[in-house]
């Protein structure tokens, strides 16, 4: 089956914005950010593989794998210049584009975004138990459903299709790539974000150079949807400052 990204394009000037939404979510995320950019600004919304109205990634798809499509995207789109933002997993793919792919990145907003592995030894041999029961499951020595009692959520509410590629997603470690990212960058959190914790956002700030933080109070995961009107602002505002 050919790959099919659905997208939603809108505007003429450039740089184009990227919008790259989180796991499990799709393009739809943004759709009352759009409005409040710039008019006539190039923007771009688009679902990822395995969400929206795009087709499903090939088993051995994993986050380098989904930047690459969308580098695929800008190059068929005749695209010259961007601007990413990227919410949790949409910061991961974020990040790779700021700093694997040859492209014109004049900026970078990560809110909320994944790609540093925080987990703990506790995490860790959770992770261990699941491989050893999933061998014995395998082997039929174990009941298969003992399975469902593991993974995180994006895991356990996955697909068959999409659980092989989220345990790619998640032990890909982006750290070491923070710092060959030169564009200006903002970081956009709540500090009661449960799921990407606020300590990722520290990271990501001591290690991309010309990064800055503004924190919400309200939100969580999804802060810059609780505060649309000034997320909608600090992209509009870090446009201006780039020209």
């Known amino acids: 089956m050919k790959n099919n990204l659905d997208y939603n394009l809108v505007g003429s000037v450039e740089p184009a914005i990227i919008l790259l939404h989180g796991w499990g979510l799709d393009k739809s995320y943004f759709d009352r950010l759009v409005p409040k950019l710039h008019k006539n600004q190039k923007i771009i919304s688009l679902d990822f593989f395995g969400f929206g ?8 798809f ?5 930047a690459y499509h969308v580098f695929l995207l800008l190059k068929k789109l005749n695209i010259n210049s961007i601007i990413l933002v990227g919410h949790s997993f949409g910061g991961r793919v974020s990040i790779i584009l700021s700093s694997v792919f040859d492209v014109n990145v004049k900026g970078v ?7 540093i592995d925080d987990r703990n030894l506790i995490v860790k041999l959770k992770i261990c138990k699941y491989k ?14 003992l399975l469902a009692n593991f993974g995180s959520n994006d895991f356990k509410n996955a697909d068959s299709e999409l659980r092989q ?14 710092k060959l990212i030169d ?5 956009v959190w709540d500090k ?12 990501l700030q001591r290690n991309i150079k010309n990064s800055q933080t ?5 939100g969580g995961h999804f802060a810059y949807l609780y505060n649309i009107n000034k997320f909608a602002e600090i992209i509009n505002i870090f446009l201006y400052n780039l020209k």
């Not at 590629?165 to 923070?178: E, F, G, N, P, T």
């Open 132 to 145: 050893i029961a999933k061998i014995l499951c395998n082997k039929k020595i174990l009941p298969k459903k």
């Open 192 to 203: 009661k974000d449960k799921e990407t914790k606020y300590k990722i956002c520290k990271i």
């Open 214 to 218: 503004v924190l919400f109070t309200t």
């Open 183 to 187: 564009a200006q960058t903002i970081l």
């Open 62 to 66: 994993d986050t380098y794998e989904y």
């Open 53 to 60: 109205k795009s087709s499903k990634p090939k088993e051995y």
């Open 165 to 178: 590629v989220i345990s790619y997603v998640v032990r890909q470690d982006l750290k070491h790539l923070l």
């Open 109 to 115: 907003v990560l809110t909320s975004s994944a790609g």
